[in-house]
């Protein structure tokens, strides 16, 4: 995956650390089991616990993830987020309108977090960024217009329609002013925005951020200071979520 800025290469990314530090174990155990299995008969002789008939199985416990600051700004005003601005806990999702896995966090998990968003127990924001290229850049800022509309949820909704990314050949410009006149929004205003100056500023800023902390595939999410990196399954955000509620409640 590509480096989302050229200054964020010069820079470790924190919450990719214990990742790394997941696959070495991972490999120091393989080497171990490997170094062990050339004793044929101590394993003819008998299944040790935690063995199956295929072989060995080791368990690896992935270290607890650094936590990273609070990237939730809070803003009133911030087109691209849904839900209290003093919720107890922030969810900041670092999304590409060409990313499958994002697609599918979308539509099995964001509706979870929305639920969540109303009941008060959380501020959802959005950071749409530009990974895969030309298409992903100009869709960030479509969707932002579309925000400055209070129609940002519904436009994402729509890229993402069914679990699914658009070709890049339906992200040109002509393609998404055309879904916007779709969903009802006054085109002749989103057009303009799409093509201002303070919306490329806007995405820029999201790109920049990411780029700071060492986002170099989407999604990725900070949930309460919490990194989750892909789509993980509902169960991890609902999990996290919960606990970072019953911290913050004391």
């Known amino acids: ?3 989302t800025s050229t ?4 820079r470790r990314p924190a919450w990719l650390v214990p990742v790394l530090v997941a696959l070495v174990a991972a490999v120091l155990v393989a080497v171990s089991l490997v170094a062990r299995g050339g004793d044929s008969e ?5 299944e040790p616990e935690g063995t199956t008939g295929e072989g060995p199985v080791a368990e690896v416990v992935e270290p607890e993830q650094e936590a990273l600051p609070d990237m939730a700004r809070r803003d009133p005003a911030d087109p691209m987020a849904v839900g209290p601005v003093d919720a107890p806990v922030s969810l900041v999702v670092y999304s590409d ?4 896995f994002c697609a599918m966090w979308s539509e099995q998990t964001q509706p979870t977090m929305l639920e969540r968003a109303e009941a008060g ?10 990974v895969f290229g030309q298409e992903s850049l100009i869709s960030a800022r479509a969707a932002y217009a579309a925000g400055l509309q209070d129609r940002y949820v519904e436009y994402h909704d729509a890229l993402f329609e069914g679990g699914e990314k658009r070709p890049a050949g339906e992200l040109d410009e002509e393609s998404l002013i055309e879904l916007a006149a779709e969903l009802g929004l006054d085109t002749e205003r ?8 303070e919306v490329a500023a806007a ?3 999201n790109q920049d951020e990411a780029a700071s902390l060492g986002v170099y595939s989407t999604p990725a999410f900070l949930l309460g200071g919490t990194p989750i990196l892909g789509a993980q ?6 999990e996290t979520l919960d606990d970072a509620l019953a911290e913050a409640q004391g």
Do not use: H, K, Y
């Open 1 to 3: 995956m590509p480096s």
């Open 7 to 10: 200054t964020s290469s010069a």
């Open 42 to 46: 101590a394993g003819a002789a008998a």
């Open 97 to 100: 309108f060409q990313c499958p």
């Open 121 to 130: 127990d959380l501020r959802i924001e959005w950071r749409d960024i530009n």
């Open 190 to 197: 989103f057009t303009a925005n799409l093509r201002s100056e």
């Open 203 to 205: 995405v820029a800023q």
């Open 233 to 238: 399954p509902t169960e991890v955000f609902v």
